[in-house]
């Protein structure tokens, strides 16, 4: 379909960096384990439908933002390509679709996402909802997209990542990200930021406690996961989903807890751990932003952001951010 470009973006070597990511993760004290791990198919599937739990606040306070604001986003930024990290479903980033198809430019897309299956299905959707889009499908991290974007189509191009994933990057990895994006970008192209905000803890708790038990098993599916990619021996049975609020750091931190005093093998990896009974394997962290600090941290990177939009509650920010000159990059 002449529409549609496909680029996969995983090699032998990132598959074996991946590997080295567990092994790096079960080795420290405390645990962890990338939170990349939940998403194979099936973990995508269930967070499409973690996305529409009644506990589950973001998604659908960060789409009330998005249908206010799409066709002003728009407006502020003229016709461009949209490029989306973590797209999923695509179902808040048909909202902008849907704003940049009343201009005369041709409608660009391409979304990025680890999990092919997903990907492939909502290309097909999207092709057939849009006729005039043409899409380039991204099969890979963030990491290796940001490296290796091909060339606009188009004389401009806005960047997309919502949904507050920025949030499950430690300090670290969120300094080397907001670089990552500076470095993809040229002056004068936009960046889209979606951002949970600090708020009352019990209700970022109930957001990731849900009632149906949904959220749950998410966590452990990234040990299925972990079992067919790496001929690992995880139990599900032997573990049990543990999320709270850590206040110190404004995060929300999930975990999976061993239940008995266990040993864990991969075999592809040649890897094996012992956990205690009780012990945990922190698998995502979600930060929550404050957002004058946030303006500051952006502002730092060469993005300066045009406009701050919010829920009624403010729950929930959207950023629109544009890239800056830097050094000698502009006369």
């Not at 404050?290 to 941290?297: G, I, N, Q, S, Y």
């Amino acid at each position: 379909m002449s529409r549609l470009r496909w680029i996969t973006l995983n090699s032998s070597e990132a598959l074996i960096r991946e590997g080295e990511d567990v092994i790096q993760g079960l080795e420290q004290t405390p645990k962890t384990l990338p939170c990349r791990y939940f998403y194979d198919d099936r973990g995508s599937q269930f967070f499409e439908q973690i996305c529409d739990l009644p506990e589950y606040y973001p998604t659908r306070t960060e789409q009330s933002i998005l249908e206010t604001y799409a066709s002003e986003i728009a407006q502020l930024t003229g016709a461009c390509e949209l490029v989306e990290l973590g797209s999923g479903s695509s179902r808040k980033t048909r909202l902008l679709l849907e704003a940049y198809s009343q201009f005369s430019d041709p409608l660009q897309y391409c979304p990025i996402d680890v999990s092919a299956g997903i990907l492939k299905t909502t290309a097909l959707e999207l092709l057939h909802q849009y006729p005039k889009l043409k899409l380039c499908g991204l099969a890979g991290t963030y990491e290796q997209a940001l490296d290796q974007l091909p060339p606009a189509e188009l004389e401009n191009r806005m960047l997309i990542f919502l949904g507050s994933t920025i949030g499950n990057l430690s300090e670290a990895e969120y300094q080397q990200f907001l670089d990552r994006v500076r470095k993809a970008l040229q002056p004068g192209e936009f960046f889209l930021l979606g951002v949970d905000l600090q708020k009352d803890p019990a209700i970022l708790e109930a957001a990731y406690n849900d009632a149906q038990g949904i959220t749950a098993a998410f966590n452990l599916n990234s040990l299925s996961h972990l079992n067919w990619r790496f001929q690992g021996n995880f139990n599900l049975e032997q573990f049990d989903h543990w999320a709270f609020y850590n206040t110190t750091e404004h995060q929300i931190e999930m975990h999976l807890r061993s239940l008995v005093t266990q040993t864990i093998a991969l075999e592809a990896l040649a890897f094996q751990t012992t956990l205690q009974a009780g012990e945990t394997i922190r698998t995502e962290i979600s930060r929550k932003f404050h957002l004058p600090a946030l303006v500051k941290t952006l502002e730092t990177y060469a993005f300066q952001p045009l406009q701050v939009w919010t829920d009624p509650n403010n729950w929930f920010g959207l950023l629109l951010c544009q890239r800056q000159c830097i050094s000698d990059e502009c006369p």
